[in-house]
């Protein structure tokens, strides 16, 4: 091997190298613990219908579903929905810890995991924001 060979062959393996430093370091080890502030909710209707706020709903319209069994969701006054999931894998369902808070206006505090747009948090304590001005819709 020339010269030339023995070299381009060092580069190769130092930008391999710190390709793969880059890619440990813009990865946190960590998801984040946040608290985020929302309206329990089906998904489906604020996504569809951008009449629904986190504090606009119609509580027929939201029963109905959940009581259909549409997924639920929290969705924040900046539109944001984050979805539920636990902090174990396999994953178990969220839905009954979601149920006592639908249609209520909630502080969650949790692990955030964001994957392209798609919010998703593993709650770890929930509790109604009583204080939140609803405009509820019969």
Same mark, same amino acid.
């Given at each position: 091997?020339?010269?030339? @060979?023995?070299?381009?062959?060092?580069?190769?393996?130092?930008?391999?190298?710190?390709?793969?430093?880059?890619?440990?370091?813009?990865?946190?080890?960590?998801?984040?613990?946040?608290?985020?502030? @929302?309206?329990?909710?089906?998904?489906?209707?604020?996504?569809?219908?951008?009449?629904?706020?986190?504090?606009? *709903?119609?509580?027929?319209?939201?029963?109905?579903?959940?009581?259909? /069994?549409?997924?639920? @969701?929290?969705?924040?006054?900046? /539109?944001?929905?984050?979805?539920?999931?636990?902090?174990?894998?396999?994953?178990?369902?969220?839905?009954?810890?979601?149920?006592?808070?639908?249609?209520? *206006?909630?502080?969650?505090?949790?692990?955030?995991?964001?994957?392209? @747009?798609?919010?998703?948090?593993?709650?770890?304590?929930?509790?109604?924001?009583?204080?939140?001005?609803?405009?509820?819709?019969?």
């Amino acid at each position: 091997m020339n010269l030339l @060979g023995i070299w381009l062959l060092v580069l190769a393996s130092v930008t391999v190298t710190l390709a793969q430093q880059s890619a440990k370091d813009s990865s946190p080890s960590t998801p984040p613990k946040v608290t985020i502030e @929302g309206l329990v909710r089906d998904i489906a209707c604020p996504i569809q219908n951008f009449e629904a706020t986190a504090t606009h *709903y119609s509580k027929k319209c939201l029963n109905e579903c959940a009581h259909n /069994g549409a997924p639920l @969701g929290i969705l924040t006054e900046d /539109g944001d929905i984050y979805v539920p999931i636990s902090d174990q894998m396999p994953d178990t369902d969220q839905r009954q810890k979601l149920l006592p808070f639908v249609g209520k *206006y909630v502080q969650v505090s949790g692990v955030v995991y964001d994957r392209k @747009g798609t919010r998703a948090i593993a709650i770890g304590e929930i509790k109604e924001m009583k204080d939140v001005h609803l405009t509820v819709d019969e």
